[in-house]
């Protein structure tokens, strides 16, 4: 499954394009821009499958330091500070990743 099978392309140029400078990442404007807010939950989850390119059934760190790109391939990687301040933002548990049920709430708060 492609990320454009759930979410509208412009809106994700848009938005990773809105975000290609460094230090300038923001998962809320970003998750309201791809039109992922208004997406109904089964939709957030199949985005986070997406995102979860080692199918552990989370997203690691290592992971979210690519999440532009798992939108689109021309996104940037985020900075270390970027990547920490996403998982920090969505890891409610403390277990240094981000599973379904945080990402769903992180977008619903977004």
Do not use: Q, W
């Not at 809320?28 to 989850?45: A, I, N, Y």
């Not at 403390?94 to 992180?106: C, Q, R, S, Y």
């Amino acid at each position: 499954m492609a990320m454009t099978d759930v979410l509208n392309a412009e809106d994700i140029k848009k938005a990773v394009g809105a975000f290609s400078a460094a230090e300038s990442f923001n998962y809320k404007k970003f998750f309201e821009m791809v039109g992922l807010k208004k997406k109904s939950p089964e939709d957030v989850k199949k985005v986070f499958h997406i995102l979860d390119k080692d199918r552990s059934g989370f997203i690691e760190e290592d992971e979210l330091k690519f999440v532009l790109k798992g939108f689109a391939p021309e996104g940037r990687d985020l900075s270390d500070k970027e990547t920490k301040a996403l998982l920090a933002a969505g890891d409610k548990d403390g277990d240094g990743k981000i599973g379904a049920d945080e990402f769903a709430t992180m977008v619903a708060e977004s």
